[in-house]
């Protein structure tokens, strides 16, 4: 099976970044955090280029990359979120 290299990456990104930008929006990203997300999403998939066919679409795959980043981040944030609390639950008092 061929796969991408980086000057079919940069094409890609080229192409698919303002989808991958309305996807994540879509998802809810607060707007400050869309920058930050688009740039892990395609540092994701410049690392998983071998995953990639390019004989398929490339919108689908860099959209489940985008998925994962988005919940990952969302999971990140919300423990970060959680642990003031639980630091206040358990001082003594």
Known sequence: MPTMDSQTLERVYQAELGAVHAFLSR??????????LLHDVFLTAARRLDTYDPGRPARPWLLGIAFRVFSQARQRKQATEELPELLEDTSPG
């Open 27 to 36: 998802l809810g990203a607060p707007r400050g955090d869309v920058g930050d």
